[in-house]
């Protein structure tokens, strides 16, 4: 009798240690041995020609979760991990709102129920919305305790943002609770006075959204949290890093000898500007938060992938429907740049893209993209070691991927709750053949075979990489 439930065969593995013609053996959803020729598996799959991947790891998704702008989201747990799954993705990262004047911990609660019905694991960030005594100094750290290891604030949006002096409450207790804090940085009284002049002067496209939040407000918003993070010796990563003046904010910081850490998304390496100034109404199919910015910026982000400035490379999944009135078209068709909800759909385009813009095209080797998709994630999140890599003892989360298969995306691949993708009609070489999670087939190619209720809420207990450095700008330590 076999030792292993399941045996892929003959695949070009990239394991954490290594890349080369590895068999990868299984039992009981967990992988137990990687080698060559290993004994026959009760069940087994034949990979000759496909790269053997880990499953992607979206470190950064919106699922089940309201819209600032009242308009409703695409995707729920059900439909949106279906995506996850279609798209090689095995683990997501959603957030778990906190309304204003309620409890953190009854939000999670909710959320979690909400979350019965992913088909793959998931963690959740604690979206801090309202940081008040009871949240900061009672429920963050019990829930930090119960395995959500990660807190999200906003610089921006009415509903969400913190002030400068509410910020430092937050980072101060994540740090002393042992979560990571994540950014969206930008600064919102700019954009609301661009936004107004912009508007006196009649200037209400899609594309005018980029004006209203040029580099500058990014730069400064992302110069600010690092300087706040780094005085309170607070480990940060900033979301969605759009061009090169931000990136180049993270770049310094890490020179600095800062824990401080960057992801981009897959949207602002291969769209730009030009995509909101497409005709009519379809500019709002590119409309995100921050804005598509240059070419030359898109450039940098490659240039920060390939220096490491930037490690992550996640979705922002933020799934809206286009031709849809509870969507882009919540005002109209006419309605100003202000009035018309941000966000895009793209978990499952994530990998497919990355790897074809990326590794095929040559801007970066096949470590570097699985470390940008799975790896680095799974450790940043303290979801590592059993998410993220290929090596024995984790997870079977498995990709197998075909190099040179070309795929036209069309909106029907992506799976979600969303009737368009900002991707329609690109063509990628590079595209996922199976997906595994614990050594369970949950896409085949064509069907999403995982059911609602089949992935699992992961905790996460503490973790090193965001233990912070103990250095402060004075001999004074804040915490002691
Ligand atoms: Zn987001």
């Not at 730009?272 to 009519?280: F, I, K, N």
């Not at 992961?458 to 330590?477: Q, S, W």
Request: hydrophobic share 40%; charged share 20%; aromatic share 6%.
């Amino acid at each position: 009798m076999s030792d292993f439930d399941l045996v892929i065969r003959g695949g070009t593995a990239v394991t954490a240690a290594d890349i080369g013609p590895f068999d990868i053996g299984v039992s009981d959803g967990v992988i137990v041995a990687i080698g060559e020729r290993l004994p026959r598996g009760r069940e087994e799959v034949e990979a000759r020609g496909l790269l053997v991947l880990p499953g992607g790891v979206d470190s950064h998704v919106h699922l089940d979760q309201p819209f600032s702008s009242g308009a409703d989201i695409a995707d729920g747990f059900d439909s949106g991990t279906a995506s996850a799954a279609a798209g090689g993705t095995t683990t997501v990262v959603c957030h778990a709102p906190q309304v204003r004047g309620g409890s953190l911990a009854v939000a999670v609660a909710a959320y979690a129920e909400k979350a019965k019905q992913a088909r793959i694991d998931h963690a959740f960030h604690l979206l801090v919305n309202d940081p008040t005594p009871q949240v900061l100094e009672h429920e963050l750290p019990a829930l930090v305790e119960a395995g959500h290891r990660s807190v999200k604030i906003f610089m921006t949006y009415d509903s969400n943002r913190l002030g400068d002096a509410q910020i430092l409450q937050t980072l101060a207790a994540a740090r002393s609770a042992g979560a990571l804090v994540c950014v969206h940085a930008e600064h919102h009284e700019l954009i609301g006075w661009l936004t107004q002049a912009l508007l006196a002067a009649g200037l209400t496209a899609p594309r005018h959204l980029a004006w209203a939040k040029p580099m500058v407000v990014e730069r400064e918003a992302t110069h600010r949290i690092l300087a706040l993070a780094e005085a309170l010796d607070t480990p940060i990563q900033i979301f969605h890093v759009s061009g090169a003046q931000s990136g180049e904010e993270v770049a310094r910081a890490q020179a600095r000898g800062q824990k401080a850490w960057a992801e981009t998304c897959t949207q602002y390496l291969v769209l730009d500007e030009a995509d909101m100034d497409r005709p009519g109404f379809e500019g709002a199919k590119f409309m995100i938060s921050p804005a598509l910015r240059s070419v030359a910026d898109r450039e940098a982000l490659w240039q920060f992938l390939r220096n490491g400035v930037i490690d992550i490379v996640s979705s922002d999944h933020s799934p809206l429907r286009y031709d849809d009135p509870r969507g882009k078209k919540q005002h109209g068709e006419t309605a100003p740049f202000n009035k018309i909800p941000n966000g895009v759909p793209g978990l499952a385009a994530r990998l497919p893209i990355l790897y074809s813009e990326g590794v095929a095209k040559g801007r970066i080797d096949l470590r570097r993209f699985v470390d940008l998709v799975a790896t680095n994630p799974a450790r940043r999140f303290g979801l590592a070691p059993c998410k993220g890599a290929i090596a024995v003892g984790a997870d079977a989360d498995i990709v197998l991927f075909d190099p040179e298969r070309r795929v036209e995306l069309t909106n029907a691949l992506q799976h979600h709750g969303s009737d368009y993708t900002p991707y329609e009609g690109m063509t990628v070489q590079g595209y996922p053949t199976a997906t595994y999670q614990r050594g369970r087939l949950v896409f085949d190619g064509e069907h999403v075979l995982a059911q609602p209720g089949d992935g699992r809420l992961l905790a996460r207990g503490p973790y090193a990489e965001i233990a912070p450095t103990g250095h402060f700008p004075t001999p004074f330590d804040p915490f002691r």
